[in-house]
T-cell receptor, first 114, second 114 residues
Framework: DARVTQTPRHKVTEMGQEVTMRCQPILGHNTVFWYRQTMMQGLELLAYFRNRAPLDDSGMPKDRFSAEMPDATLATLKIQPSEPRDSAVYFC????????????FGDGTRLSIL | GESVGLHLPTLSVQEGDNSIINCAYSNSASDYFIWYKQESGKGPQFIIDIRSNMDKRQGQRVTVLLNKTVKHLSLQIAATQPGDSAVYFCAETPLTGGGNKLTFGTGTQLKVEL
């Protein structure tokens, strides 16, 4: 089965460090989403891309977070500098935009900022 | 101080019984709805979806019911099994303008007792 792949699965680092999370969407999907999940806030949409172009990043703290799609097979989410409050599970999902097909999720990156 | 997380509703059922998980949504413009299952340490997994031109859709052991009049969605699981234990999320998006950008509910914890 095709699936969304996220790396790393776990990341522990000290505050102030740069963190890069990577996502390989399902081949052929034209829309990629980044979500953050915490006990306090649940599942929140951070940003999403259509055909590699950013469509909406209103859910993302702009001062320290950045999301890019260098090519159709790779999406990245960076935090610089990281803070303890960034500790969460970050999920990537991919799907077909404008077709109302379900998004498919990866298994996430569990991030801990000490 | 003490951290307070989201209080997930919990549904406990006996193995073999049927489960019904409910979801109320608020956006009257939503026309496409999805149920996801999330097991511990994994990403949300697509279960079943339904469009607003339908009020019922069946899958393998699962049925989704949609009542747009009262903005209510439910997931029925027949003959619940231990492997069904997970958190279940409903998600919604409007047909136009949403670009399949989903809004997720807070989730329901399903516990299957042997």
């Amino acid at each position: 089965d095709a699936r969304v792949t996220q790396t790393p699965r776990h990341k522990v680092t000290e505050m102030g460090q740069e963190v890069t999370m990577r996502c390989q969407p399902i081949l052929g999907h034209n829309t990629v989403f980044w979500y953050r999940q915490t006990m306090m806030q649940g599942l929140e949409l951070l940003a999403y891309f259509r055909n590699r172009a950013p469509l909406d990043d209103s859910g993302m703290p702009k001062d320290r977070f950045s999301a890019e799609m260098p090519d159709a097979t790779l999406a990245t989410l960076k935090i610089q500098p990281s803070e303890p409050r960034d500790s969460a599970v970050y999920f990537c999902a991919s799907g077909w935009g404008d077709s109302n097909q379900p998004q498919h999720f990866g298994d996430g990156t569990r991030l801990s900022i000490l | 101080g003490e951290s307070v997380g989201l209080h997930l509703p919990t549904l406990s059922v006996q193995e073999g019984d049927n489960s019904i998980i409910n979801c109320a949504y608020s956006n009257s413009a939503s026309d496409y709805f999805i149920w996801y299952k999330q097991e511990s340490g994994k990403g949300p997994q697509f279960i079943i979806d339904i469009r607003s031109n339908m009020d019922k859709r069946q899958g393998q052991r699962v049925t989704v019911l949609l009542n747009k009049t009262v903005k209510h969605l439910s997931l029925q699981i027949a003959a619940t099994q231990p492997g069904d234990s997970a958190v279940y999320f409903c998600a919604e998006t409007p047909l136009t303008g949403g670009g399949n950008k989903l809004t997720f509910g807070t989730g329901t914890q399903l516990k299957v007792e042997l």
